[in-house]
T-cell receptor
Framework: DSGVTQTPKHLITATGQRVTLRCSPRSGDLSVYWYQQSLDQGLQFLIQYYNGEERAKGNILERFSAQQFPDLHSELNLSSLELGDSALYFC????????????FGQGTRLTVV | GIQVEQSPPDLILQEGANSTLRCNFS?????LQWFHQNPWGQLINLFY???GTKQNGRLSATTVATERYSLLYISSSQTTDSGVYFC???????????FGKGTRLSVIA
């Protein structure tokens, strides 16, 4: 168990809908990262937060947004869902940005039908 | 941005065999991690190894930062070692992990 908790583990929804993925980082970790892994693809960085502030953005679609709350948990919102958004979404956390070991949650498997 | 290349892309081993997985990166890094993604999709931390050598049971890793590569050694492989092995790096203190495309390992009994 990495200590990073993601909910839900599985999500099936229809095209056009909106979903929210939740992540609780390890105790003491201030930095949260979101990654997307599509079928047979590598892990693509979406967005990073540090202590409530957005710090880096990857190839995140405009339909996607995220935030980190004062209690340090984070949510990734995906809207106007398309079939191509079906993927495994990971959250990771680390104590600081970049130069410390990152730990990943179990992921949320999103299926858009 | 930094390029992370892993080789080989696929590897099939007989149970009990040894293997070496390689990760090359195109720029200086200040963080390097190896992960194992099991068949259920979980990403498991293997090593945090920006430089030097570490060992954990049948697995060991070496990073030669000056030559921009890292190696993951798996000895006496078991079927439970099957999955995808990822190398990931950060370039500076404020950047997120950049992943290679992984090595898919299949260990056959």
């Amino acid at each position: 168990d990495s200590g990073v908790t993601q909910t839900p583990k599985h999500l099936i929804t229809a095209t056009g809908q909106r979903v929210t993925l939740r992540c609780s980082p390890r105790s003491g970790d201030l930095s949260v990262y979101w990654y997307q892994q599509s079928l047979d693809q590598g892990l693509q960085f979406l967005i990073q937060y540090y202590n409530g502030e957005e710090r880096a953005k990857g190839n995140i679609l405009e339909r996607f947004s995220a935030q980190q709350f004062p209690d340090l948990h984070s949510e990734l919102n995906l809207s106007s869902l398309e079939l191509g958004d079906s993927a495994l979404y990971f959250c990771a956390s680390s104590v600081r940005q970049g130069q410390t070991e990152a730990f990943f949650g179990q992921g949320t498997r999103l299926t858009v039908v | 941005g930094i390029q992370v290349e892993q080789s080989p892309p696929d590897l099939i081993l007989q149970e009990g065999a040894n293997s070496t997985l390689r990760c090359n990166f195109s720029d200086s890094v200040n963080n390097l991690q190896w992960f194992h993604q099991n068949p259920w999709g979980q990403l498991i931390n293997l090593f945090y190894i920006p430089s030097g050598t570490k060992q954990n049971g049948r697995l060991s890793a070496t990073t030669v930062a000056t030559e921009r590569y890292s190696l993951l050694y798996i000895s006496s492989s078991q079927t439970t070692d099957s999955g995808v092995y990822f190398c990931a790096v950060t370039v500076s203190g404020n950047t997120p992990l950049v992943f290679g495309k992984g090595t898919r390992l299949s260990v056959i009994a």
